[in-house]
């Protein structure tokens, strides 16, 4: 079998209502010359199933003996697994517009250059509008809309133990990336859609699915979806709200928040799974998202 163009990786633990939507936006994907490689975090679920149900060779499932506790450890599995010339990463509660390969890749092509982050829109429960988000030097962006040369962790390695580390693991990533000399680009297009978890109180437990279904209906149904979406963000002033100053003092305060949080678990010997950007500490955000 030939290699594929792009190796794509969903890490995933225990949601297999929203999984199925994840990977529905992967298949989507103008760009065909893919394989996708869902790595569970020894899921418990049905995830397994589903994941097998799908009659798609380019379809694979892994499935860690050890739940590692962040996606880190998923990601850095489904990086042994991948023959790709490139790595992107989908969370597997997040959704991908049908351009994203397609258009970042095009875009490393064309300039040479090494890492894509594109325009990723984060959706709060109930928007119908969510807030744009950018990346910045030295910071990147979430790994959902991040595209990059394998070549890229063949020379830095993967992604680090999050509790050996003073902020977050996407971010430690790309800094690295960053030092070692590999250039960044951003691509300006909505191309990813993301559903924090941290704004929705125990969705590990509930496992709702229902706004995963309403936004891919959309992106379906919608002629022009991208252009449309992006019009009702600057209606709605949301694009005002994402200018880069608001969001360079959004970005370092929860880089402060991060890093606090991330000393204070290795301190106390709490195994720190996700980060906070409110200033919650480590168990209580584990709660709040239903993963204890």
């Known amino acids: 079998m030939p290699s594929p163009r792009v190796t794509v990786i969903i890490p995933t633990y225990n949601r297999s209502a929203v999984l199925r939507y994840a990977i529905s936006s992967v298949l989507a994907q103008t760009m065909p010359e893919f394989e996708l490689i869902v790595v569970g975090d020894a899921c ?14 380019r379809v694979k499932w892994i499935n860690l003996p050890v739940n590692v506790g962040h996606q880190a450890g998923p990601n ?11 790595i992107a990463y989908l ?14 890749i095009d875009a490393l092509k064309r300039t040479g250059a090494d890492v894509a982050h594109s325009l990723l829109m984060s959706v709060s429960p109930g928007e119908v509008v969510g807030l744009p988000v950018m990346p910045l030097p030295g910071v990147g962006s979430a790994p959902s809309c991040s595209v990059y040369r394998r070549s890229v962790t063949d020379a830095i390695g993967g992604w680090r133990d999050y509790r050996e580390l ?15 000399g590999f250039k960044t680009l951003f691509v300006p ?12 109180k125990d969705v590990y437990r509930d496992r709702p699915s229902h706004e995963q279904e309403l936004w891919l209906d959309r992106m379906r149904s919608t002629p022009d979806f991208e252009p449309t979406l992006l019009a009702r963000m600057i209606a ?18 929860q880089e402060i928040r991060e890093r606090l949080a991330w000393r204070l678990a290795r301190r106390s ?17 584990k709660r709040y998202k239903g993963l204890k």
């Not at 418990?44 to 060779?57: F, G, H, L």
């Not at 969370?91 to 970042?104: E, N, V, Y």
């Open 44 to 57: 418990t679920d049905d995830s397994e199933q589903v994941v097998k149900a799908i009659s798609d060779p």
């Open 76 to 86: 850095n599995r489904g990086l042994q697994e991948a023959r790709g010339e490139f």
């Open 91 to 104: 969370g597997h509660d997040d959704l991908w517009l049908g351009h994203h390969l397609q258009c970042t």
């Open 166 to 180: 003073d902020l977050a693991p996407e971010s430690d990533l790309f800094r690295r990336a960053e030092a070692a």
């Open 189 to 200: 297009r909505l191309s990813a859609i993301k559903f924090p978890a941290l704004h929705r």
């Open 236 to 253: 709605s002033d949301q694009a005002v709200r994402a200018l880069p100053a608001r969001k360079l003092i959004r970005i370092l305060v």
């Open 269 to 285: 010997g709490h195994r720190a799974i996700f980060w906070t950007t409110k200033g919650a500490g480590i168990d209580l955000q």
